[in-house]
């Protein structure tokens, strides 16, 4: 065998020794630490026994593993017994290092997603909307100092939504005049002045998707 030979060997090796590293970190990072999640899920629910009536309970945990929220790493997902349509999150602030709950924020959500659904389906239709994930900052609560019991409109607050629109086919003609028009709409309905909404395809092209459509509120 040549020393280049030996040389090109050693390096495949070298990159798979390597490649296996990174696989194996990766997993690590993606994967929930057992302790962390028990710890959550019973103050949590500790928490929501002091703040919330008797039929509100912890029934999962979300890890957000890829970095979505800069508020927690770890959250309890939190719903009544009576009614699972709507969900809130506990979570321990990474700046306070306090419990807080989404409640206010979720309610926001909710508003703002019964508004927007609407004009979407009337825009692309309601067969073609794949996806509608959207968010305020899940301590709006905590900022706004308000709590579960008395909310207001979202409209009377500065706040700044996050949107993604996903649509089941690929971009035609017409898709960013309509999405300027649903922005002009939710933006003098809520009185919205931030954020961005971003208005993506389910591709089936292999090489050359369709870019998303990203827009400013």
Do not use: C
């Amino acid at each position: 065998m040549t020393n280049k030979q030996k040389v090109l060997i050693a390096s495949i090796i070298g990159m798979v020794v390597l490649g296996s590293v990174i696989v194996y970190l990766s997993y690590l990072g993606l994967t929930p630490d057992e302790d962390r999640v028990n710890d959550i899920e019973e103050r949590a629910q500790d928490y929501v026994n002091e703040h919330f009536s008797n039929d509100y309970e912890v029934v999962d945990t979300f890890y957000d593993n890829v970095d979505v929220y800069d508020t927690f790493s770890y959250a309890a997902i939190v719903e009544s017994e009576t009614d699972d349509r709507f969900r809130f999150l506990v979570f321990e602030h990474n700046e306070t290092n306090e419990l807080t709950d989404s409640y206010v924020a979720e309610t926001f959500e909710y508003e703002l997603e019964n508004i927007l659904r609407t004009k979407l389906n009337e825009a692309y239709g309601e067969e073609q909307i794949d996806e509608l994930w959207l968010t305020y900052p899940k301590d709006a609560g905590q900022q706004l100092n308000l709590n579960h019991q008395d909310i207001p409109s979202v409209k009377e607050f500065d706040l700044k939504p996050v949107i993604r629109v996903t649509l089941d086919r690929g971009e035609e003609e017409q898709d960013e005049k309509k999405l300027n028009q649903i922005i002009n709409e939710i933006k003098d309905e809520l009185d919205i002045s931030g954020g961005h909404i971003t208005l993506s395809f389910n591709d089936s092209a292999l090489i050359f998707k369709d870019k998303d459509i990203r827009k400013d509120l």
